[in-house]
T-cell receptor, first 117, second 115 residues
Framework: EADIYQTPRYLVIGTGKKITLECSQT?????MYWYQQDPGMELHLIHYSYGVNSTEKGDLSSESTVSRIRTEHFPLTLESARPSHTSQYLCASSDSRWRDANTGELFFGEGSRLTVL | AQTVTQSQPEMSVQEAETVTLSCTYDTSESDYYLFWYKQPPSRQMILVIR??????QNATENRFSVNFQKAAKSFSLKISDSQLGDAAMYFC????????????FGTGTRLTIIP
């Protein structure tokens, strides 16, 4: 089992609420990612980080924001949730020494399933 | 930009039989890595097998093996002696070998194991 944790696992909220999805990893990985997984199961990268104080937008535009103040923590925030934000959000991490170690394997959390009413 | 295509949204196989999941990709790069990930229902996505593009030999991990055809840009996954625990969504993924850390995923294939 990978040491990467996401909370909450399930969240149902009303439109306009602010939410934060938590992601923590205990593997000392410097790179972390957020993927959005559609109901049809396709995954899209929405944010990634190469280390502390580094955040980048992914391939899919998202109204969410992320922060990386500590190596192990990569929370995702939605300031004002809307029904279009309903999805599953997967957090992942990897080791920058991938060429010497694991050739780029990503370790995933169990996901946070968000429903906005 | 790289793309990954999985043309089989759903597959099913009889327990103990062999099944092959298809994946094709498009890239202009010569150095890259390919992966198959497994996502069981309501559980973590885990790596099944990886293939380095510079290696000609097909990767094998126990009952899982790949057929990597670099010229055809094809990367299929063969599961032998299918077990009930193999039921999951399977995603093919591509990663550049030139420092780009991001994975590009296919749309997934849902595999059902028939007892």
């Amino acid at each position: 089992e990978a040491d990467i944790y996401q909370t909450p696992r399930y969240l149902v909220i009303g439109t306009g609420k602010k939410i934060t999805l938590e992601c923590s990893q205990t593997m000392g990985h410097d790179k972390m990612y957020w993927y959005q997984q559609d109901p049809g199961m396709e995954l899209h990268l929405i944010h990634y980080s190469y280390g502390v104080n580094s955040t980048e937008k992914g391939d899919l535009s998202s109204e969410s924001t992320v922060s990386r103040i500590r190596t192990e923590h990569f929370p995702l925030t939605l300031e004002s949730a809307r029904p279009s934000h309903t999805s599953q959000y997967l957090c992942a991490s990897s080791d920058s020494r991938w060429r010497d170690a694991n050739t780029g394997e990503l370790f995933f959390g169990e996901g946070s399933r968000l429903t906005v009413l | 930009a790289q793309t990954v295509t999985q043309s089989q949204p759903e597959m099913s196989v009889q327990e103990a039989e062999t099944v092959t999941l298809s994946c094709t990709y498009d890239t202009s790069e010569s150095d890259y890595y390919l992966f198959w990930y497994k996502q069981p229902p309501s559980r973590q996505m885990i790596l099944v097998i990886r293939q380095e593009a510079y290696k000609q030999q097909n990767a094998t991990e126990n009952r899982f093996s790949v057929n990597f055809q670099k010229a055809a840009k094809s990367f299929s996954l063969k599961i032998s002696d299918s077990q009930l625990g193999d039921a999951a969504m399977y995603f093919c993924a591509y990663r550049s070998g030139f420092g780009n850390e991001k994975l590009t995923f296919g749309t997934g294939t849902r595999l059902t194991i028939i007892p």
